[in-house]
């Protein structure tokens, strides 16, 4: 899911390179680098485009070993929550999608992030897959890392408790905590930036208490808590990026613009899903179609022009 060619503003490059450890001279030396990484992992099929790798190398301030570990946790998680990454494509979720649960912003806070919002009590326990929920989550956050902007910026996350009940607690569960918290944190290159919680009901604690042992200690610094104070909330996320009921200006809860583009990239998705371990039917003699007969692996190595 290449996205396309992005033309970053001078400011952005500024912020990559005093952040980031970014700079445009040597990019292309970091890139091959963690390349030469895919050697020590045969069993893995990497994807190699530049634009693709880079995402990791910017999560990690471009140091190769860490980028490479967190790629190797990406396919990692894909092969392990099975459930999550099965039929991994946007129309998988298109009615999940449409409960309004995921928001996304369209624009951006004064720092380049895009706004994330999730309603985990809009979630209808018994009725609402909890499974395609999280993919959801996943497919989204995919889509919004093709953007360099994003990659470079981070998002800033809120979670809506409003409606929260024990039932959904219990549908959630710890296990689906962790799966959340460990593809958001440890295998997507995303810069977590801030997390906030609004809303939260009387049994808050009780779910947090889903959370907090799964949270990296940096995520767990970058925590705020809101209750129904919008105004404390918009000293952080301001108002024109949030939707009415927190005070914002947007009309309304609606995820349209992002489950139209998703749906637009469907067969990007499917091709990213070629990478990673093999299926069983790949090992026993499947088709070995575009890979080099040395590694393995199959990948575009373009150049990525900024």
Known sequence: MSGGKQVLSAEALEKAKRELNEDPATRQVHLDKLREMFNSRPDIKFR?????????????????????????????????????????????????????????????????????????????????????????????????????????????????????????????????????ADVMQNALPLRLKAVHYVNQPKIFDTAFALFKPFFTEKLKKRLQFHGDEFDKLHQHVPSHLLPSEYGGTVPEFDNKHWREAMLASEQDYIENNKYGFPKSSDSLGGSSEGQDPNTGLKGSFKKLEI
């Open 48 to 180: 190699s485009d530049d634009a693709f790798l880079l995402r990791y190398l910017r999560c990690k301030k471009f140091n190769a070993e860490r980028a490479f570990k967190t790629l190797v946790h990406y396919y990692e998680v894909r092969k392990e929550f099975k459930d999550i990454y099965s039929d991994f494509v946007p129309s998988s979720v298109e009615e999940t999608m449409k409960k309004g649960i995921h928001y996304m912003s369209t624009g951006r806070d004064n720092d380049g992030r895009r706004v994330f919002i999730m309603k985990p009590g809009w979630m209808e326990p018994g009725t609402t897959n909890v499974v395609l929920m999280i993919r959801a989550l996943v497919l989204l956050m995919e889509k919004i890392l093709e953007e360099e902007e994003t990659q470079i910026n981070g998002i800033v996350v809120i979670v809506d408790l409003s409606n929260l009940t024990l039932s959904h607690v219990t549908t959630l569960g710890p296990s689906n905590a962790r799966r959340i």
